[in-house]
């Protein structure tokens, strides 16, 4: 096999953790509250200049700016729950998807109010790895452990607590779970939560290999959502491995063309596999 | 134990309950019977505050609960088993049993609570790693009861336990009801089964269109000539 072949595959496996990471989050907010939050990338674009500006500008310690933007856009979560998601709960699911999609320009619109346009970066340069002619970046590797570690996280508390089972039970069947003694509304703000630490979480993992700008989201937003639709949305494992299915097609596609190109590639897959398997790559 | 006094509910415009007044006093079982239609599972549902109490009032070992929602109920000590049973078909066994201990004074006693279950229900903890959709209807319905137990309740509410079963599973399910009073469980049950859930059950009231026609110790309604006639077939 060819070299660079194996370096495109590996990078495409390692671009597919964070991919995999913002799946999870998107499909376990649509699995439990059923609404589609258009502007999950958006929350991500918010923890990067989180921490951009603890970071470079106060100088804070990476770690702990980090940790910060984490627990800012779980709370962030929150609040899109509260204020935006929870009072139009029972409206018709197209002007939640309009509520959402409005939080998105809201938020683009607001970072360039506040930055600028301008693309800014950690100024860190991670090392590159060099093994057996096979150039890997440590940002890319170190994103990519952390991403499957926040997953296997998560999967522990969604199998192992009791909200997490409630978390699971909900997604099942929504009216009967107050006979469990359990209150919706807090278990929505949990999930939010969790949703928002997930996006938190890629932030960190992406801060370290792009530059921050209003518009960061764009380049993962539309992605993450075909990745959630093509391995069935709520899904959560059909998402998990539409990612790194979707994460393979960009890296080998920019690998034979360009990275323009294999955005075109992924796309046209996803329209396809709309076409032949509409409910989701798994789905028997 | 449980006291509802002049309970009226409905959906939307429509009222479903009129004027229920009932008594489930501490360590009996008390019967609800009548057809289709005839307002049983609101009166639960009402009961378990998941359909909300348009007049009248309620009291659960003294407190007023009347308007409290749903998961409020279950702190409060009442367990509901909906019709249909309802378990969490992708949720393995133990995973619905886990949720019906999800209020925390429940949780506190999960473990030993589990044990209980287990020991009442031996086929659920052969079962226990099993999705609950691939149950049977028998097995279903004792691990919807085996849920409901698992908050610990004072009164547990039973909603046609015996609805799409075969014969001789419904008489375990009766047995089971015993075994549960047994234990000092005060128990409320709805039924369309009038003659097995009157050998159950200390007394009953008959509900139609939305009222209580009659009530009275189970031995009285099983020499009533209405009864006999109307639901009976005798």
Redesign the interface.
């Known amino acids: 096999m060819d070299i660079y072949l194996l370096e495109a595959v590996i990078n495409g496996v390692l671009f597919g953790g964070v991919l995999a990471l913002l799946a999870l989050g998107l499909n376990l907010i649509f699995g439990v509250i059923d609404v589609v939050w258009i502007a999950y990338a958006d929350l991500v674009m918010c923890g990067m200049y989180v921490i951009y500006w603890l970071h470079v500008e106060f100088g804070w310690p990476l770690p702990l700016a980090c940790a910060l933007a984490l627990v800012a856009v779980a709370g962030l979560g929150v609040l899109v729950h509260v204020l935006i998601i929870a009072p139009i709960l029972g409206s018709p699911p197209i002007n939640q998807l309009l509520a959402t999609g409005g939080l998105l320009f809201f938020l683009q619109s607001f970072a360039t109010l506040l930055f600028g346009t301008e693309f800014r970066n950690l100024g860190i340069r991670l090392p590159i790895i060099e093994l057996a002619d096979i150039y890997i970046s440590t940002a890319r590797l170190l994103a990519f452990a952390m991403a499957l570690a926040g997953a296997v996280a998560l999967y522990f508390f969604l199998r192992r607590t ?1 909200i997490g ?2 978390i ?2 909900i997604a ?2 929504r ?10 509304r807090r278990i929505y703000i949990v999930t939010s939560a969790i949703g928002g630490a997930l996006a938190g979480l890629a932030a960190c993992l992406l801060a370290l290999q792009y530059d921050v700008h209003p518009f960061i989201g764009n380049t993962f937003g539309p992605l993450i959502f075909i990745i959630c639709v093509l391995g069935g949305l709520g899904d959560m494992i059909g998402g998990f491995a539409a990612a790194f299915i979707m994460a393979q097609i960009i890296s080998i596609g920019g690998y034979y063309s360009s990275t323009e190109l294999s955005y075109v590639f992924a796309f046209v897959f996803f329209i396809v596999l709309m076409f032949v398997r509409p409910r989701g790559v798994l789905v028997r | 134990m449980l006291s509802l006094a002049a309970v009226s509910a409905g959906y939307g415009t429509f009222r479903a309950l009129f004027d229920v007044s009932l008594e489930v006093p501490q360590g009996e079982a008390v019967g609800v019977i009548g057809p289709n239609g005839a307002g049983k599972t609101t009166l639960m549902r009402v009961i378990s505050g998941l359909v909300p109490l348009r007049g009248g009032a309620m009291t659960f070992e003294g407190r007023a609960v009347g308007g409290l929602p749903a998961h409020r109920m279950v702190e409060q000590g009442i367990a509901h088993v909906p019709e249909n049973r309802r378990l969490f078909p992708r949720l393995t066994v133990e995973d619905n049993l886990r949720i019906g201990a999800f209020i925390p004074q429940a949780r506190a006693h999960f473990a030993e609570q589990l044990d209980r279950v287990y020991a009442l229900f031996p086929r659920l903890k052969d079962r226990r790693e099993q999705f609950a959709g691939t149950l049977s209807g028998g097995e279903q319905q004792m691990c919807a009861i085996g849920r409901a137990l698992m908050s610990r309740p004072r009164l547990l509410l039973m909603d046609e336990p015996s609805a799409g079963l075969a014969p001789l599973v419904v008489e375990q399910v009766f047995e089971l009801v015993r075994r549960i009073r047994a234990d000092g469980l005060t128990v409320l049950i709805v039924e369309q089964n009038v003659q097995q859930v009157l050998d159950v059950v200390d007394r009953a009231y008959l509900l139609e269109v939305g009222s209580i026609k009659l009530a009275g110790t189970s031995a009285e309604l099983k020499g009533n000539d209405f009864i006999r006639k109307s639901y009976m077939g005798l």
């Open positions: 009791f089972t409630a699971r039970a099942q069947d009216d009967i779970v107050g006979l469990m003694g359990i209150d919706q």
